[in-house]
């Protein structure tokens, strides 16, 4: 079946413009995540859904990024007055959380390489 | 502390050989524990899960101590195409945590 996807897969952007980045997770997976990580280092969390509620924004970096969830299904990340040192991979995961006896792993769609000049 | 720790390697080693990495997590309520692997410029894809008693899949053997909170990754008769970044991941209820990875690189 299809997998994660997200769009764009690049995105070059000028600093102070606002970006929208797209997750399609995959059919019936309940629970979605947002992660960056910029080049050679590790994932960073920024916000995970459950259903179309967000239970933990935790790792928004600041009140320039929101997220939504909408039908719990696609999920759209916002990033207003960009700057550079947003520059990197957004990745978003999904997972089908809550299944019984499952370990409940993570799928990864491709990543958004979002470039900020 | 962070929740998941790896070394960053990189572990540089020959074809064929055999190559082990290590992990340790700070919560011991961790549900569940995965190995992943990440290619360069690409997303994180699921290697194996790991389970209490340990399980192999191919060339690849993961195993967990809940009592020393230690996951492990043993490679064996490593090929070039093994060459990538190994992730360390435990879910805790509904968050995932991630260790920073180990760099493995294997040569002709």
């Known amino acids: 079946g299809a997998g994660v996807s997200q769009s764009p897969s690049n995105k070059v952007t000028e600093k102070g413009k606002d970006v929208e980045l797209r997750c399609d997770p995959i059919s019936g997976h309940t629970a979605l995540y947002w992660y960056r990580q910029s080049l050679g280092q590790g994932l960073e969390f920024l916000i995970y859904?459950?259903?179309?509620?967000?239970?933990?924004k935790s790792g928004l970096p600041s009140d320039r990024f929101s997220a939504e969830r909408t039908g719990g299904s696609v999920s759209t990340l916002t990033i207003q007055r960009t700057q550079q040192e947003d520059s990197a991979v957004y990745l978003c995961?999904?997972?089908?959380?809550?299944?019984?006896?499952?370990?409940?792993?993570?799928?990864f769609g491709p990543g958004t390489r979002l470039t900020v000049l | 502390r962070k929740e998941v720790e790896q070394d960053p390697g990189p572990f540089n080693v020959p074809e064929g050989a055999t190559v082990a990495f290590n992990c340790t997590y700070s919560n011991s309520a961790s549900q569940s524990f995965f190995w992943y692997r990440q290619d360069c410029r690409k997303e994180p894809k699921l290697l194996m899960s790991?389970?209490?008693s340990g399980n192999e899949d191919g060339r690849f053997t993961a195993q967990l101590n809940r009592a020393s909170q230690y996951i492990s990754l043993l490679i064996r008769d490593s090929k070039l195409s093994d060459s990538a970044t190994y992730l360390c991941?435990?879910?805790?209820?509904?968050?995932?945590?991630f260790g920073s990875g180990t760099k493995l690189n294997v040569k002709p």
């Open positions: 991941v435990v879910r805790n209820f509904n968050k995932f945590y």
């Open positions: 859904f459950q259903g179309n509620s967000a239970p933990d």
């Open positions: 790991v389970y209490s």
């Open positions: 995961a999904s997972s089908p959380l809550g299944v019984a006896g499952g370990p409940n792993e993570q799928f």
